[in-house]
T-cell receptor, first 116, second 114 residues
């Protein structure tokens, strides 16, 4: 069965410093992995996705993630945090090979706080 | 706005009442998904449709829950005899044939059962 584990429930950084949100996955096949962001009172927005192409994936708003099969990790990073990055971030794995069955499996989320 | 829309955005009901939520997917997206998100948790998959066919249902979807997508466009999710444990955010998402795995989410319907 597929699953993701977000290693930190809450991360706090200062504005202008790097962001690292950690995610480990478990999958019986080469997975498709995603990061979504959820701002308060707003819908989930796709930040980036990995689907077995380049292992370093660039997303929106300066975020990127690196797929490391040997470590079963898909950590999200950003060189310099902005106040507007404060939100809840979800690491997600596709529930079935190739997404044929459709369901996404979400981690429990990491709340990112950005201090001025 | 061409995104996924959901109605209502908020619903307060008394235990035992029935409620119905609506989701309008992105135009021409053939797949539509329902998820439930409780406080402090990530969304959990409930069910999904390909066109009008309901292809998968999670064990979370008890007999009190029913979902339809009669014409392959909008979908409704009905909860009968609501319980306090049904209080959650109900999220809808859609995806296209070209990018099946990329799901676009609506703003959600927040349900509170008193």
């Amino acid at each position: 069965a597929q699953s993701v584990t977000q290693l930190d429930s809450h991360v706090s950084v200062s504005e202008g410093t790097p962001v690292l949100l950690r995610c480990n996955y478990s999958s019986s096949y080469s997975p498709s992995l995603f990061w979504y962001v959820q701002h308060p009172n707003k819908g989930l927005q796709l930040l980036l996705k990995y689907t077995s192409a380049a292992t370093l994936v660039k997303g929106i708003n300066g975020f990127e993630a690196e797929f490391k099969k040997s470590e079963t990790s898909f950590h999200l990073t950003k060189p310099s945090a902005h106040m507007s990055d404060a939100a809840e971030y979800f690491c997600v794995v596709s529930g079935n090979y190739g997404g044929s069955q459709g369901n996404l499996i979400f981690g429990k989320g990491t709340k990112l706080s950005v201090k001025p | 706005d061409t995104g996924v829309s959901q109605d209502p955005r908020h619903k307060i009901t008394k235990r035992g009442q029935n409620v119905t939520f609506r989701c309008d997917p992105i135009s021409e997206h053939n797949r539509l998904y329902w998820y439930r998100q409780t406080l402090g948790q990530g969304p959990e998959f409930l069910t999904y449709f390909q066109n009008e066919a309901q292809l998968e249902k999670s064990r979370l979807l008890s007999d009190r829950f029913s979902a339809e997508r009669p014409k392959g466009s909008f979908s409704t999710l009905e909860i009968q005899r609501t319980e306090q444990g049904d209080s959650a955010m109900y999220l809808c998402a859609s995806s296209s044939r070209a990018t099946i795995e990329t799901q676009y989410f609506g703003p959600g319907t927040r349900l509170l059962v008193l």
